[in-house]
């Protein structure tokens, strides 16, 4: 059946979508992706004569749950886009086929789309002792892992396992869990942390992919900057309280019963950049702090490994009064002997000085750091 | 001569797993299960905050997610004597119930369907008269001929395109898919309406615990507090939305999953003889109706059905030393006192020791050691854990909400009691309890609801929190019911840290390899006897396979790469 493959816009006529629908999609799109109104035309040129991508989509030493956050993306039409757009030619979690089936799917399109498919992977590499801890169809993740990497147009590193060896390669690491941005070079790679990441953000990833046929701007650690740019206590909703010096002492106190920022129980929103506060999880229903745990700082490199999670962070960079936290505490007991409206008109008139403080200086050192780039 | 079939990877399953059978005659005669993946959670945990481990051995598995962190935060409430308030209890049922919802239906249609449905086939169907079954099966609105008419066009376009995607190289054609093609095209129709439904259950889990998957769990309770007159806790609007998601969900359930169980059985009762393997069942039970402790009450019982006796459950003792025993003569690993003897997890020893053949490689060397699982034994005997092993157990034990749920399903397919052993009764069983949590979900909100009312909001037993308030020496186990089967967590604290930490999983029961005595385990004692019509396309063993529903990651045990065990790990 050697045919043209169908465009993403062909694809919604046979499927009953209107022009309009179509246009509509794409503007959303835009928006969704954070793109100015004059770049709308941009996505539907891109989508009325792009065939679908062909993808393989490979699973390491992995837990599945990136595979699983994946089929979470909400928004009604694009997840219906991605099935329909993508041509998911390899993936051990959904595929019809299996064993020498499976594997010749791959084969084939490793061969036929040479330099032109997306290659998607979940999971680390073990790298210790020829690979053993992970072998599919008898050969070893590493061995696949360059094979497949050689004729790939990009890497999508998805989830804290492929872009920074996560729970695997925390201490001792006993195989050998290497994240793939350390294995393989020359060819473009997308990190995409978090355990998981968030469904739309890695929906996101895709169609940024495909709408503009380019890699996202990525940050200094391969992140899409979209997704990835502000940290979770900055977004966070809750943030009016930590500036006020409004902790949880306990779970479940009366503090948990008001909201109040979850810092003292080991938050380590301060210290983690993902999109939690701000697209939240399963179509902005809540997220981790909203619904009462401190946040623990999946998307990052060896969160694992700082320290116990219900210890809270003693500082935390470009911040140096959140090591007074403690005293804030103080602050506040002493004030609520006071009166509540007293209280929180001192600590707030306080506290807004310190931070403003502090954030001045962080924003006057983070555009030193951009003009160095 | 027989004929070896290798089938890796095994795929629509979690993890990494590899089938190796010989087959004569047309049958299998001889199987072979290993898993090929290994990261080493154990060797991880070690010198951790206790508190902090539901978190890593939740990452055991984001398919089955939730579980890990039930049987780790129970583990350590069990070890330091924390009894957690009636709300947290509720909420950890609720999110038990949401997973099994979202878990059996995704298992259903989008990893086990294919092996029944022929989604080329659907194309030949005639949209009238699809529409007509599926209006005779179910009352679910979505079954006009236009819908099947404009999802078959879809299905069309899609192989014209030439591009298969997930359907590339699918066993289409063969001649073991006996459905007619309306009903192919409503299962391809349903296929797609499941994967759009499963990530609405799921949201029960943000609700609770932020996000899914892996949601937050919290020894001594659940994390989130409840609070009717604040916008930042539990409030109406929160509970109201976790009342309509269940409601979605029943609705779901009764109207889409299980009238399509009902109707695609028929063409497969031959299944209903094939794949029964093992004759014991093994279930820890789950859903506490008054507290963790008082195991009578739970809604799944604890037991164990040795020799399909279904007139007589035992008794099932995770902390009794000679009962839950695991043995390494075909596993990777080495034991300081030989490799025949069990081990119980609280004694645990292990010892990295790969013997398998250096990748690339053809065959395992099934004669010694070919697999990262170890093998577990009750009493010495192996065990089926699973959907089937509750409802057996739960049927032994005189439950008769699940008599009466298994007496309708029989006679509505109008076959024997013993097709429950068997390949169609792990798949049929997996339905039925799909049907009665959803019905007990419904009781654990109102009692939810109730103890608001009544002026409990409580949510998290503060107690023992602080590790300073624990023993320098202590231990505990947590029993769940995963949804593929029971599982526990052993933890040995010392000193407020993890000295030991072992998990025993269902697919560590189901998947793994023989034991000393050469007792095969669940999948490889299912496949003896399964006929394979084509040694090329071997789609039997996929549905015996696929009917335990496999999810390989967290069934592996890890250790350190050198083959030292790590007493101490520092972390911090």
Known sequence: MEQKPLTIYENMQLRGYSRRDFLKFASWLAAFIGIEASGVGNIVRAMENKPRLPVVWFHFQECTCCSESFIRSSHPIVSDIILDKISLDYTETLQAAAGKQAEEALNETMKKYRGEYLMLVEGSIPTDDDGIYCCIGGRSALDIVKEAASGAKAIVAWGSCASNGCIQSSKPNPTGATPIHKIISGVPIINVPGCPPIGEVMAGTIVHLLAFDRIPQLDGLGRPKAFYSRRVHDTCYRRPNYDAGLFVESFDDENAKRGYCLYKMGCRGPVTYNSCGVIKWNNGVSYPIQSGHGCIGCSEANFWDNGPFYQHLASFPGFGIETTADTIGVVVGAATVAGIAAHAVSTNIKKRKMINQAINDTNSSTEKEEVKK | ?572
């Open chain 2, 1 to 572: 001569m027989a004929n070896r079939i290798v089938i890796d990877p095994i795929t629509r399953i979690e993890g990494h797993l590899r089938i190796e059978v010989e087959v004569k005659d047309g049958k299998v005669v001889d199987a072979y299960s290993s898993g090929t993946m290994v990261r080493g959670f154990e060797i991880i945990l070690k010198g951790r905050d206790p508190r902090d481990a539901w978190a890593f051995v939740e990452r055991a598995c984001g398919v089955c997610t939730t579980v890990h962190a039930l049987a780790s935060v129970r583990a350590v409430e069990d070890a330091v004597k924390i009894v957690v308030p009636p709300n947290a209890e509720l909420i950890r049922n609720l999110m038990f119930c949401a997973q099994y919802m979202q878990d059996h239906v995704v298992h259903f249609y989008h990893l086990h369907a294919l092996d029944w449905v022929d989604v080329v086939s659907a194309l030949k169907a005639n949209p009238n008269e699809t529409s007509k079954i599926a209006q005779s099966i179910s009352n679910y609105p979505k079954s006009s001929p236009a819908y099947f008419s404009d999802l078959q066009k879809r299905l069309t376009t899609f192989v014209n395109s030439g591009q298969l995607g997930i359907f590339a190289n699918g066993y289409w054609g063969h001649k073991a898919y006996k459905l007619p093609p309306e009903v192919n095209l409503i299962g391809v129709a349903h296929y797609l309406e499941a994967l759009e439904w499963q990530k609405e259950i799921v949201k029960i889990h943000t609700i609770f615990g932020g996000k899914n998957p892996h949601p937050n769990y919290l020894v001594g309770g659940v994390p989130c507090a409840i609070n009717i007159d604040d916008a930042n806790a539990l409030n109406a609007e929160r509970l109201a939305y976790v009342g309509t998601l269940l409601a979605e969900a029943k609705e779901f359930i009764e109207q889409v999953y299980i009238p399509d169980l009902l109707a695609v059985a028929p063409y497969y009762l031959d299944w209903g003889g094939i794949g029964g393997g093992l004759e014991n069942y093994l279930a820890y039970g789950d859903l506490p109706t008054n507290g963790y402790a008082d195991v009578a009450k739970f809604k799944f019982p604890r037991g164990a059905v040795i020799g399909r006796n279904l007139n007589e459950v035992q008794e099932v003792d995770g902390k009794d030393a000679e009962q839950i025993q695991e043995y390494i003569s075909h596993s990777w690993y080495e034991y300081s006192d030989g490799d025949d003897k069990g081990k119980h997890p609280w004694v645990g020893e292990t010892k990295f020791n790969y013997t398998g053949p250096k990748p690339p490689y053809d065959q395992l060397n099934v004669d010694q050691k070919y697999s990262w699982l170890k093998t577990p034994r009750w009493k010495g005997q192996a065990m089926e854990v699973g959907p089937l092993a509750r409802v057996l157990v739960a049927y032994a034990s005189g439950s008769t909400e699940v008599k009466d749920l298994v007496g309708f399903a029989l006679g509505k397919l109008n076959v024997p009691a013993a097709a429950l052993f068997s390949t169609l009764g792990r798949t049929a069983a997996r339905g039925l309890e799909t049907m009665l949590v959803s019905g007990w979900s419904k009781e654990f909100y109102d009692q939810l609801l109730a103890n608001i009312k009544n002026g409990d909001t409580r949510t998290f037993n503060n107690s023992n929190w602080e590790p300073s308030s624990w023993p320098k020496d202590a231990k505990g186990v947590g029993l769940t019911e995963a949804p593929r089967g029971a599982l526990a967590h052993w933890i040995v604290i010392k000193d407020e840290k993890i000295d030991n930490y072992q998990l025993v999983v269902p697919s560590t029961w189901n998947a793994s390899p023989r034991d000393p005595k050469g007792q095969m385990s669940a999948y490889e004692s299912s496949l003896i006897g399964t006929p394979v019509a084509d040694p090329e396309k071997p789609l039997e063993i996929l549905r015996t396979i696929h009917s335990f529903d496999p999810c390989l990651a967290c069934a592996v045990h890890l250790y350190d790469e050198k083959g030292t065990y790590v007493h101490q790990v520092q972390t911090f």
